[in-house]
């Protein structure tokens, strides 16, 4: 409460931060500090935090308080992975970023204490920024039953202007009889005020027909039908100890309407178990096992691992069948040693050594692990870094490189880089990425090399396997000093900071030797192709949005069995302008839609017969599939292409969007929800899953290996893509069948209840006496109405026998 911007404050082991601190200096060399940041994200593995070099010697207190530093940085906001500001301090200026920063909310782990200066205090934190209003998900009985109330609110006026109508009537023709034993000379009123009163007598004692306990009665079954789910043994995942999660009790009906599903597929549809499968290093490949008359033989479990005996540091669990690799490591071939060496460089992992030899890598993403882990089998392992070091042990040789700079990788440039100097004092850039973008980069001299190396990429991808393209550059000291100085000064700048950095990147990044490329096996989830025929069968659309390169989707498409030979046609989108994606789309609508006429701007001008969209879709028997990379799906998202990218999509069996952004993601979900009338279901489990989850009208996060950022933003969550063929089926069908019977039921007991009333006013002269008593209304609504109609909204059950003949 007391912590005010400009502040230093001490932060001891396991406390959690304040406020969003500049880190100064901690009880860790060089000024490290580890934080967990599970209130932030979800995720649970230690992330490093690091000290400017400058201020990692401030540890005593008369130091601090001679500090006078200023620090000019961007206004309070709520993104979590960036922070741009400077700081000024003895006439120098230092860039800030997110990694010399402590956010509010994390947990201060493995450090005795540190220092920091705090930046953004109590509601300018970018915790508390992320805490605005969360948007609402409704379901569309929820928006049926108000629409109903309302109808009933209507009627109940209805029948209480027609009772006082009566009221008046009778009053003026039949009521003057009865003056002889109930006279009316102490007190006079007219028949029409007296039916006035009426109205309102009667709208008391009619009011049970507007449902007033429905809302209360349908959270009570919402929160039954929640627990059914949380309590479903056969959604339990034995291995993580992981139980399915209804995260929100308002979508339960929701699961049983589902037409659209959009998943993801690394960690989804895959395991997200990385294991470096295959490689091509200067255009030789390596990874497949050969007979005595070079024939390729398949790899199974009694197929004789490679012996990495030679190699004290090796991990025991990894596992490579190419003895050829090893032949050439131990040759000391430069082209494989450089491979490796970039491995072992290039990356974001922090190692820890428990006891001699014994080396844990702690990864944020399971590739770098696996790529990690494969260069230190092959000899050259990772040992150590500090801010401004690597240190390896090249063939059982310590060498340590000086870290000059990182190229941070991100959605955009899809590629890292580093820079370092040997200790020989030469430079090198080290870069890996996606195959696409690394070629575009490459020196001219790289052509045939990179043709082959294109053949091998294609080979891997054909085989499910995931890819990166690896490549390096040796830089002139001069002209590196120079592109450094301006890096700096790019770095300390304010306002577009990251563009201005980009710039920088790209330039330094042009020119590059490939290496080769690198092919990692990611499998299938237990039960994926089954889960998917299965929806397929119950005409559920299902959608795979992925930020792999084609060919690898397909290949998962094949595997999954939404992508099969005997389909009529597989339409591949990959223009690069928006004209080609244009005349992509047309000319697969026409292929499709032989009997329709396509105009120019691609939309479908129907014949009579095929009027409406439904009754369309529904007559093209034949089976397709579309698959769409990143570049045409940002042409076709465009508002004058849209329309018939949807269409397009919603005739084809199957849609494989490959290469694609996050926000590409929810972008295209936001398209299926705009123009369909239908209810869609995001299902990932990363954090580049979590603005399409929330875009859905339902979104599920799988418990996987990418952290717990998509659990966290999702409305059910589980451990295995198979869970939610028991989600829809089972349970959305049950809640919704369950919610609709009691609903019906629930507007006639009260319909049935009121109406009495109604028919009795027209045989006590519209008196607005009552037909029940106190005792009976009580025990009819609680005994014969409310309690039977409750049990069967949450245990009615829907039996399907299926008999073969």
Known sequence: MNVRVGDIIKLENNQFVAADILLLCSSEPYGLCYVETAELDGETNLKVRQALTVTSDLGDISKLMDFDGEVICEPPNNKLDRFTGTLYWKGNKYPLDNEKMLLRGCVLRNTEWCFGMVIFAGSQTKLMQNCGRTKLKRTSIDKLMNTLVLWIFAFLICMGVILAVGHTIWETYVGTNFRVFLPWDTFQISAVFSGFLTFWSYIIILNTVVPISLYVSVEVLRLGHSHFINWDRKMYHSPMGTAAQARTTTLNEELGQVEFIFSDKTGTLTQNIMVFSKCSINGQMYGDVYDEFDQKVEITEKTACVDFSFNPLCDRRFKFYDSSLVEAIKMEDPAVQEFFRLLALCHTVMPEEKSEGNLVYQAQSPDEGALVTAARNFGFVFRARTPETVTLCEMGRTVTYQLLAILDFNNVRKRMSVIVRSPEGQIKLYSKGADTIIFERLDPSCE????????????????????????????????????????????????????????????????????????????????????????????????????????????????????????????????????????????????????????????????????????????????????????????????????????????????????????????????????????????????????????????????????????????????????????????????????????GYFFYKNFAFTLVHFWYGFFCGFSAQTVYDQWFITLFNIVYTSLPVLAMGLFDQVIIALVQS
């Open 448 to 743: 045939n090399l990179m043709y082959t190396t294109s053949e091998h990429l294609s080979e891997f991808a054909g085989e499910g396997l995931r890819t990166l393209a690896l490549s390096y550059k040796d830089l002139d000291e001069d002209y590196f000093k120079v592109w450094m100085k301006r890096l700096l000064f790019a770095s300390t700048v304010i306002e577009n900071r990251e563009d201005q950095l980009a710039v920088l990147y790209d330039e330094i990044e042009l020119g590059m030797k490939l290496l080769g490329a690198t092919a990692i096996e990611d499998k299938l989830q237990e039960g994926v192709p089954e889960t998917i025929a299965c929806l397929n069968l119950a005409d559920i659309k299902i959608w795979v949005l992925t930020g792999d390169k084609l060919e690898t989707a397909m290949n998962i498409g094949y595997s999954c069995n939404m992508l099969r030979d005997d389909m009529n046609e597989v339409f591949v989108i990959s223009g690069h302008t928006l004209q080609d994606v244009q005349q992509q789309l047309r000319s697969a609508k026409e292929h499709i839609l032989g009997l329709s006429r396509v105009s120019s701007a691609g939309h479908v001008e129907k014949t009579d017969a095929f009027a409406e969209d439904s009754v369309f879709e529904e007559a093209i028997i034949a089976e397709y599939a579309l698959v769409i990379n990143g570049h045409s799906l940002a042409h076709a998202l465009e508002p004058q292409l849209e329309h018939i990218l949807l269409d397009l999509a919603c005739l084809c069996k199957t849609v494989i969007c490959c290469r694609v952004t996050p926000m590409q993601k929810a972008q295209v979900v936001e398209l299926v929800k705009r123009h369909k009338r239908a209810v869609t279901l995001a299902i990932g489990d990363g954090a580049n899953d979590v603005s399409m989850i929330k875009t859905a009208h339902i979104g599920v996060g799988i418990s996987g290996q990418e952290g717990m950022q998509a659990v966290l933003a999702s409305d059910y969550s589980f451990a295995q893509f198979r869970y939610l063929q028991r989600l829809l089926l089972v349970h959305g069908r049950w809640s919704y069948f369950r919610m609709c019977n009691f609903l």
